[in-house]
């Protein structure tokens, strides 16, 4: 875990102080838990998520992070 945070997180981040690296430390736990994917869990996230049919839309990009990642979802035009 902690070799992840440094690559995806504190790798690209300049931590301006503690109560920085606090909130984004907390941004990044959110985007693990919730829309990461794991080869250990089929690719799927600790918090799984339904399959979201082609029906439901196009596909837009939340960005989670400060905008170091993204989670991609469908929504109605």
Known sequence: MIGTIRRELLDHV??????HL???LRAYLRYYHRSRTHLALEKDAPEPRAVEPPEQGGIVALRQVGGLHDRYVRRAA
Request: charge should be positive; glycine fraction near 12%; charged fraction near 45%.
């Open 22 to 24: 606090r909130r984004r």
């Open 14 to 19: 300049i931590v301006l102080n503690e109560g």
